[in-house]
């Protein structure tokens, strides 16, 4: 049995007077904080000295909400206040600052619910700091001394569910950008480069909450997600500087060895470190060593792909519903799940590590009782890469560390079924497994089975930790036992029947007697508190055995909570194996996940290899199949020749589905998955790039078809003929003609001089002939069956060019009004009369003039064109001439039905007389 010690010597009769003083001193300020709340209770004035204090370090962080440690609560004051107490909910009210003087605005939440309060106001992009009480309060020792002693902002706010707290750094040199990322849930911190076209793309994979970036720096918008930006002074971003705070965090070894290749990106990672350590002080938990990400190990991805292809978030709502993510994730772990989104955000490009995996999820198809059994032990585990981070950073409470000990329980079964596998990558799993018996056997033997939440009320540590712990736990018992006997001779004593004894916090322990008994009442009774229907005493015996009782009981809690303490640092000396073990198990679960997905979906394991061919037979969408539950599955042939599919056919008759179904397959197979086919074989990608439809890029002050031409510009600089190529109707937001030439030649570079592998839908039918001249591209049409009037679409793609497009059809089906469709379908019968075929090959379509308008369009088009004219700066020759544009106009009306003569007639009438 371990001795507990405590460090200070206080005397019994100390600790004794100062138990009591802390306790009505505790009692007071909960009492001043309601009585804030109920105006009629005040009784003392306000600490004006408080204020002063409060402004004091108020002054010193400005850009956050200062969370001001008073007794039971943390209380804001003026702006603070008004903006916590709209943000959170919570009443404002207010406080005079000093006597007769105005009153300050406040509100306050209280302390034990902290994590909540401050997690709500991280969510809507706000700092917290939080100033807390550096000693007890006790009587005549004046103001309390206070210090911030954390801030936390959206970027290191990590120990609640689902708060990864990343964070980056951004380190410019000219067209390269050296960045740092750093996730304080996982302890990962990485080094990254980029050019500043990848940046969004980098930035999107990751997700940081806040970016550092030196001060005056400015980052392009970016469309789809708004980090908190902290600005750095720039001497923070010192070369020298930086690399020496790093040095001295990890060891200068650690840090050299990486100089050479990510110069950039450990600047960043330091003032990434600067900023953790002065934001998080005593609360930072343990990171690992930065680890250099090589941007050839992965598939590159550009933020508009990541969007399009809604691999972890879906394009509408930004949520994880509807998503390949979505799909895939049958993780039983926390960590699993992290896991599952990093692969989808980062394939691998390299044959062997994809196959690697691609064998171990094919153990976990097969062998359905091993992976059932680890998924089984997996399930119990619980966020351990989170539970060493609140652990080493000190934020862990009792139940952290129980859940810690359930934790790793089933470890040892996972090791073994682990070992006995054959698979390179299971196996070797298994090898890399640290149990970590030592820790759960002590986190077993010195803790209790269901311990508080509060670290300082006891009921944590089990008997025979501590021989102290135990007398003092032995003394309580006793107690207990003793008050019940003195209770019961005091009732024989004054033959009082209903006589209680009773404690309170502020008393301690008392007899109650009732108002009808006060008669019978000792003369050794001394009366402490009177009631409404009662009266309260102590006596000397019970004071005696309160001093004794009172005194085990504070000192058992102060043992205790310092056995606590010494466990979690105990734990978090091994915070290094823990987050292997962490990392382990999120491989592991990952891969169980794919297992899992494969089997029961009926995937098939997908042959991988460095060629340029594409063959998919019977592929399918996973994500359109688990939401529509049926799909028509195609197949899809891509290599040299041809490389390019010309995509053509009726709207919503499933072209963008099948061109984004093909890079979903491609990334499924370069993550390790089976794939939704009959077979696949597939020649690794090194990027994925998809342009689709239209998006909202209003951040950026950029119009759709900018957008769209910047997109198309950064794929035709980037893609390689390794690459994966979706475009989805290029060139549609601008004029037919520009847009025509424009896709015509978009298409012509990619297939002939890049020779990426392409899937390009259009509803420009004149492509489809590029595919007679250049050898390298196909078409391909979606069927559809036309019987009568009406049309259905078959969703199977088969060879050859589209016909039409179908797209009144579809806006019929969509309820346009019927007039409108009608008009539409005689305009397209007349267009489809002039329309003479349009030479492929000159990128210049004709531009066709379009009839009038129908109905009121007609009137209002007349209209409108006479309001356009100005008669004072009209020449005689082009008034000639707008006569008989007027004229012609009119002409045309009076043929059509539904025509209304009257307000034009008369004009037209003028004109013919003039
Ligand atoms: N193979 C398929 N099997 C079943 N349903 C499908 C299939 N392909 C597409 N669909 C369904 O058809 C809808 C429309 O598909 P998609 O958006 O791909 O059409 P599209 O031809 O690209 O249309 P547009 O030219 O108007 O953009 C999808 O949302 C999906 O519900």
Not at 158 to 174: I, K, P, T, V
Request: proline residues 5%; hydrophobic residues 40%; contains cysteine.
């Amino acid at each position: 049995m371990e001795k507990c010690l405590l460090s200070s010597d206080w005397t019994l009769l100390g600790v004794y007077v100062r138990l009591k003083v802390l306790t009505f001193f505790t009692v007071k300020a909960v009492e001043q904080g309601k009585g804030r709340r109920n105006t009629q209770a005040v009784q003392q004035p306000p600490e004006t000295d408080m204020m002063a204090q409060y402004r004091g370090i108020k002054a010193q962080y400005q850009d956050a909400l200062l969370f001001f440690r008073f007794g039971d609560f943390y209380e804001m004051f003026y702006e603070d206040a008004a903006l916590a107490s709209r943000e959170l909910d919570i009443v404002l009210t207010s406080r005079p600052q000093a006597k007769n003087s105005e009153r300050v605005p406040m509100c306050g939440v209280p302390y034990h619910r902290l994590e909540t309060y401050v997690a709500r106001l991280i969510g809507k992009g706000h700092k917290v700091a939080i100033c807390e009480q550096l000693e007890g309060a006790s009587k005549g020792r004046g103001l309390i001394q206070r210090e911030v002693i954390r801030v936390v902002t959206p970027g290191t706010f990590f120990e609640a569910e689902r708060q990864e707290g990343a964070l980056a750094a951004l380190c410019f040199e000219g067209e390269q950008i050296g960045m740092a990322l750093l996730q304080l849930a996982t302890g990962e911190f990485l080094l990254l480069e980029a050019s500043r076209e990848e940046l969004p793309g980098v930035l999107s994979r990751f997700r940081p909450q806040e970016i550092l970036l030196q001060e005056g720096q400015r980052l392009e918008a970016l469309p789809h997600y708004q980090p908190f930006i902290a600005e750095q002074p720039a001497e923070a971003f010192i070369p020298e500087q930086a690399l020496t705070l790093l040095a001295d965090h990890f060891g200068r070894e650690a840090i050299a060895s990486l100089v050479p290749t990510a110069r950039q990106g450990l600047v960043a990672a330091g003032v990434l470190l600067g900023y953790v350590k002065e934001t998080q002080m005593g609360f930072l938990p343990h990171l690992q060593v930065p680890k250099q990400e090589s941007r050839d190990q992965f598939v590159f991805l550009d933020a508009q792909t990541q969007r399009n292809l809604e691999l972890v978030e879906n394009i509408y709502q930004g949520t994880e519903e509807g998503t390949l993510l979505a799909v895939l994730d049958r993780a039983r772990t926390s960590m699993g799940r992290r896991r599952l989104k990093r692969w989808l955000l980062h394939p691998l490009r390299a044959v062997t590590p994809i196959q690697e995996r691609q064998d171990a999820v094919a153990e976990l198809v097969l062998k359905h009782s091993l992976r059932t059994r680890l998924q089984e032990a997996l399930a119990q585990v619980l966020d351990l890469e989170r539970l060493t981070s609140r652990i080493t950073s000190a934020v862990a409470n009792p139940r952290d560390l129980v859940a810690l000990r359930t934790s790793l329980a089933p470890l040892p079964l996972i090791h073994d079924l682990l070992s006995a596998t054959p698979i390179p990558l299971l196996h070797g799993l298994g090898s890399q497994l640290d149990v970590l018996e030592d820790l759960h056997a002590e986190i077993q033997r010195v803790l209790v089975d269901e311990p508080r939440v509060t670290v300082k009320e006891g009921g944590l540590i089990r008997p025979g930790v501590c021989a102290e712990l135990d007398e003092l736990h032995a003394v309580g018992q006793e107690g207990t036992g003793w008050l019940a006997n003195y209770e019961q001779q005091e009732r024989d004593r004054t033959q009082i029947g209903n006589l209680k004894v009773g404690f309170n916090k502020v008393f301690g322990y008392y007899i109650e007697i009732t108002k009808s008994n006060l008669g019978a009442v000792p003369l050794d009774y001394q009366r402490r508190q009177t009631l409404a229907n009662a009266e309260r005493f102590i006596t000397d015996p019970l004071k005696a055995f309160e001093q004794q009782t009172l005194l085990a009981l504070e000192r058992a809690k102060e043992l205790e909570y310092q056995r606590f303490v010494e466990l979690r640092d105990q734990v978090a000396t091994q915070a290094a194996r823990l987050r292997q073990t962490a990392e382990v198990l999120g491989t592991l679960d990952g891969l169980a996940s794919l297992g899992e997905v494969a089997a029961s979906q009926g995937w098939v394991k997908p042959e991988v290899s460095e060629g340029h061919h594409l063959t998919i037979t019977e592929g399918r969408h996973p994500v359109v199949e688990s939401l529509r539950g049926e799909f028509v599955p195609n197949d899809l042939h891509l290599g040299q020749d041809p490389s390019f599919l010309i995509l053509t056919g009726p709207n919503a008759a499933g072209k963008s589905t099948y061109a984004r179904q093909a890079a979903i397959l491609v990334l499924l197979a370069q993550i390790g998955s089976f794939v939704p086919a009959e077979t696949a074989h597939i020649g690794v990608v090194d990027r994925i790039f998809t342009r689709v439809g239209a998006a909202d890029f209003l951040a950026r002050g950029l119009s759709t078809f900018m957008m769209e031409m910047m997109e198309t510009a950064n794929i035709l600089r980037y893609a390689t003929s390794k690459s994966l190529v979706i475009l989805d109707e290029v060139g549609r937001g601008t004029g037919t003609s520009d847009g025509q030439a424009i896709a015509q030649a978009v298409a012509e570079m990619l297939a002939q001089e890049i020779k990426a592998r392409t899937l390009f839908t259009t509803h420009y039918h004149q492509l489809a002939a590029l595919a007679d001249r250049i050898p390298s591209m196909a078409n391909a049409r979606l069927a559809v069956r036309e019987e009568q009037e009406e049309v259905s679409f078959l969703y199977k793609v088969v060879p050859g060019a589209a016909p039409k497009s179908y797209g009144i059809y579809v806006a019929k089906l969509a309820g346009l009004p019927p007039a409108v469709v009608q008009r539409a379908s005689e305009l397209l019968a007349q267009l489809e009369q002039e329309e003479s075929v349009s030479p492929v090959g000159n990128a210049r379509a004709e531009v066709r003039e379009v009839p009038p308008p129908s109905g009121w369009l007609r009137r209002e088009a007349l209209v409108a064109r006479l309001l356009e004219l100005d008669p004072l700066r009209t020449t005689p020759l082009e008034a000639l001439e707008l006569l008989a544009e007027l004229r012609h106009l009119a002409q045309s009306s009076s043929r059509s039905e539904g025509w209304e003569a009257a307000p034009v007639m008369p004009f037209s009438k003028q004109s013919g007389k003039g």
